[in-house]
């Protein structure tokens, strides 16, 4: 656990920009002592995982806490029914289910759609073509609170590139009057928030490593 380091991070922060500690492979007390500086907001990709902590930090009231992992349809309950924001929207078809599960458990949660800027094989997320085409069917969801995009850059790409790339991200929200952007991680932050990134996902900067 690197508090200094988080506090340190959070200073280098413009205001428009959140922190959102990536909390996964890391346990309840150090969420808790994340809490206790001022972080409220938090990411995991694992829902039963997830659940785990939520239940041990219940009764932090303004705890928020964020999806960011891969989202299988037969986990689509438990996630909006534990998750103020879900980052990782990847289809058209999985909105549609969030939607219908929202309405059916009175939910409203934020959605970030993700996008697949590059042909990484790894990285998953809808095509620039296919979100353009489907926008105006995306727009009328009912259900949920669209406010804006998610993208993972490949690993190993230099700063140039991973700065392009943020760059396109941006730019595509702003053409869709998505106000929000979730790009860059530990290692690559830095040029997330040159391009425009309103919020930035830190795991091992914060945490240190993981074993996962």
Not at 21 to 46: C, P, R
Not at 47 to 64: F, G, M, P, S
Not at 83 to 98: A, G, N
Not at 144 to 151: A, F, N, P, R, S
């Amino acid at each position: 656990m690197k508090n200094l380091n988080y506090l340190k991070l959070k200073k280098q922060l413009p205001e428009n920009v959140n922190l959102l500690a990536v909390s996964k492979y890391t346990n309840s007390k150090n969420i808790q002592s994340l809490y206790d500086l001022g972080q409220q907001h938090f990411g995991e990709s694992k829902v039963q995982e997830a659940q785990i902590k939520q239940y041990d930090l219940i009764n932090n009231q303004k705890l928020k806490w964020h999806f960011i992992g891969k989202i299988q349809s037969n986990k689509i309950t438990k996630i909006v029914n534990n998750f103020d924001y879900i980052h990782s929207v990847d289809s058209l078809k999985k909105l549609q289910k969030i939607s219908k599960v929202a309405i059916e458990l009175n939910k409203t949660p934020k959605i970030m759609i993700q996008i697949k800027l590059s042909d990484d094989p790894d990285k998953g997320g809808m095509y620039r073509e296919d979100l353009l085409s489907n926008f105006d069917e995306i727009k009328l969801i009912k259900g949920i609170q669209l406010i804006g995009l998610m993208t993972m850059n490949p690993k190993g790409l230099s700063s140039k590139d991973n700065l392009n790339l943020f760059k396109q991200c941006r730019s595509l929200a702003d053409s869709l009057l998505l106000k929000e952007c979730s790009m860059g991680m530990s290692q690559d932050w830095k040029e997330a928030v040159e391009a425009g990134s309103t919020w930035i996902r830190l795991g091992s900067l914060i945490f240190g490593d993981r074993i996962i």
